[in-house]
């Protein structure tokens, strides 16, 4: 038995099998994300959506992407998810 070729071959063969674990906890992740996409988008006066928020709609938007979101993302070591939730709120603080 060598045990170092047993290794390699169960290394090799559970290979593909991580790699899509990770691809769908990738579009898991993504989905979060998802949600917050239409109040970016123009609304009927030609402006993001979240322009139109009051205060306390924009800062509960804004409170759900840093206590939630980003801290999910970490979790999961999600970096592209994180620039991007990190973008989201760029805009959503200078709107």
Same mark, same amino acid.
Not at 43 to 52: A, R, W
């Given at each position: /038995?060598?045990?170092?070729?047993? $290794?390699?071959? /169960? @290394?090799?063969?559970? &290979? ?16 979060? $994300? @998802?949600? !917050?996409?239409? @109040? ?11 322009? &139109?928020? &009051?205060? &306390?709609?924009?800062?509960?938007? @804004? ?8 801290? /999910?993302?970490?979790?999961?070591? !999600?970096?592209? #998810? ?9 805009? $959503?603080?200078? #709107?």
């Amino acid at each position: /038995m060598n045990v170092d070729k047993d $290794l390699e071959e /169960m @290394i090799d063969k559970f &290979s593909p099998l991580l790699h899509n674990g990770l691809q769908a906890q990738k579009g898991l992740l993504d989905i979060a $994300l @998802i949600a !917050y996409d239409p @109040i970016f988008e123009k609304g009927t006066n030609g402006e993001p959506v979240f322009k &139109s928020f &009051s205060t &306390s709609q924009l800062n509960e938007v @804004i409170k759900g992407l840093r206590e939630d979101i980003i801290p /999910m993302f970490k979790e999961n070591n !999600y970096d592209e #998810g994180i620039k991007k939730a990190n973008i989201f709120l760029e805009k $959503l603080q200078k #709107g």
